[in-house]
């Protein structure tokens, strides 16, 4: 065992209200709002804050979704997000509100197999975007080519059949949202012990969580919440729990201008791009690839490779280094320099909308990380069938970072059994989840196809 995981710490908390496991970005604002409503809250961390996917996310935010559940919650963080500053007191605004920009083309595939001609794209997308409005999204737009020609100049409008857009999406900061959240929870009384690794449950006869176990000593509780992220499952294990979350590996690639004699100004100006690049929307190409400012370069992903998602057995968190290997690698095929490469198939996807990304830029670094994904791309926000107390707060299935907000809320709703949930626990719930997998439509939760 690392050496960091071998003494005990005399000054554990003696008890908790709840403790929550994993210091990511969902750690950190289910910790906030769990402190904020005057429970007592614990948070353990393995290593370091942000040491898994929350480091290593494009970290977007939208609102635009078409399930009714997923528009509320995204309606909450959003907001919980615009507020931050004068309900935390930080000095950063932690999301960057740019506005999120999807892109549907004349030859757009429904689900993946049915050809749908212009107008009935336009006439689905209008739908859902009424849809969205009706909810409450006010700010989102369906565009029609030329009006996405006015007003993002850089794209490449051919073959184009409409858009749709939202100002107040965009991409937020990871490493803001934890700093700050940690340090608004400490301040109202919340503990935060990182270097400290959960081993274990001890439970009472019933089979509830009456202590977790940790190198560093016990601490008695009344519930406790699973945000270990893409680690999630092995909580499960503890109690029994088989928790149907995959961790599958994905890629972000960084392109920088060939600024030439230009400065930045003058390359965004040549390339009609907003001045600053840094307004530039999170862009979404028909086929799903993605492209967003990232400081003075370009960061781009796409989940279209590997075709069928490799699934990866995880290493033991006592190994800080193969835990952190295990994320970071680049596998054969992936690297930016590897012929063929995915990163150029992927730069080439992009280009077909983005034509100054391939005539203009040339690619800098690559970075990799894992996504806990769930076979319908929802989270599990749900009691423990096993360990009645024990709360999973995971899968988020790439979408972690922008649902974090409310899905802090609907662990609160659940623990005080509020009976006007921010949205019906059922949506999120792991029982609905197994019917899915199961075949059992009759019972499984609602889902939704999800893009970036």
């Known amino acids: 065992m ?8 005399p000054t554990m908390p003696t008890s908790a209200d709840v403790v929550v496991i994993g210091g990511g970005t969902i750690g950190a604002l289910v910790t906030l709002q769990l402190q904020e409503a005057g429970l007592k809250t614990v948070c353990v961390e393995a290593h370091s804050t942000n040491f898994g996917s929350s480091s290593r996310s494009a970290a977007a935010a939208r609102q635009q979704f078409g399930m009714e559940a997923n528009i509320t919650m995204q309606l ?3 907001d919980f997000f615009a507020n931050w500053k004068k309900t935390l ?10 506005g999120y920009h ?3 083309d004349n030859n757009f595939t429904d689900n993946g197999s049915t050809r749908v001609d212009s107008k009935a794209v336009v006439a689905a997308k209008l739908k859902r975007v009424e849809k969205q409005r009706a909810l409450g999204l006010n700010d989102v737009e369906l565009l029609m080519p030329d009006e996405v020609a006015e007003r993002f100049p850089y794209v490449d409008t051919s073959e184009l059949a409409c858009s749709t857009f939202c100002q107040t999406d965009g991409y937020c900061y990871p490493n803001v949202i934890t700093n700050d959240g940690f340090d608004r929870a400490k301040s109202l009384g919340a503990t935060l012990l990182q270097n400290t690794l959960v081993s274990g449950f001890k439970t009472d006869s019933n089979g509830n969580i009456t202590a977790v176990v940790t190198n560093k000593g016990e601490i008695p509780c009344q519930y406790v919440v699973n945000a270990a992220g893409v680690w999630a499952s092995r909580v499960g294990d503890m109690v029994g729990t ?46 799903g690839a993605y492209c967003r400012a990232d400081g003075k370069q370009f960061m781009l992903g796409w989940d279209r490779r590997p075709s069928e998602d490799v699934i990866y ?13 295990a994320q970071d690698i680049i596998q054969d095929g992936f690297r930016t320099n590897d012929d063929p490469s995915y990163a150029e198939e992927m730069c080439m996807e992009v280009s077909e909308r983005l034509p100054f990304v391939l005539d203009h830029c040339g690619f800098a670094s690559a970075t990799s990380g894992f996504y806990g994904i769930t076979a319908d791309h929802s989270p ?19 979408h972690g970072i922008m649902q974090g907000p409310a899905a802090g809320k609907l662990v609160i709703d659940l623990i005080t059994g509020n009976t006007s949930p921010i949205v019906d626990p059922f949506v999120y719930s792991l029982g609905g989840l197994l019917s899915h997998l199961n075949g059992d439509t009759k019972n499984a939760r609602p889902a939704e196809h999800m893009v970036i």
Request: charged letters at 15%; glycine letters at 6%; aromatic letters at 12%.
């Open 313 to 325: 057995d995880l290493p033991s968190l006592v190994d800080h280094d193969a835990s952190i290997q």
């Open 89 to 98: 007191g930080g000095t950063t605004p932690p999301m960057h509100q740019v």
């Open 2 to 9: 690392t050496e960091k995981f071998k003494t005990p710490d």
């Open 242 to 287: 088989e928790l149907p979350i995959s961790p599958v590996r994905r890629y972000l690639y960084f392109m920088g201008p060939n600024l030439g004699q230009l400065d930045y100004d003058s390359f965004a100006k040549k390339n009609n791009l907003p001045m600053p690049m840094s307004d530039m929307p999170f862009t979404v190409t028909p086929n």
């Open 76 to 78: 909450y963080s959003v």
């Open 380 to 398: 599990i926000i749900s009691f423990d069938s096993n360990a009645k107390n024990l709360i999973h707060c995971t899968g988020f299935s790439g």
């Open 102 to 104: 999807f892109m549907f």
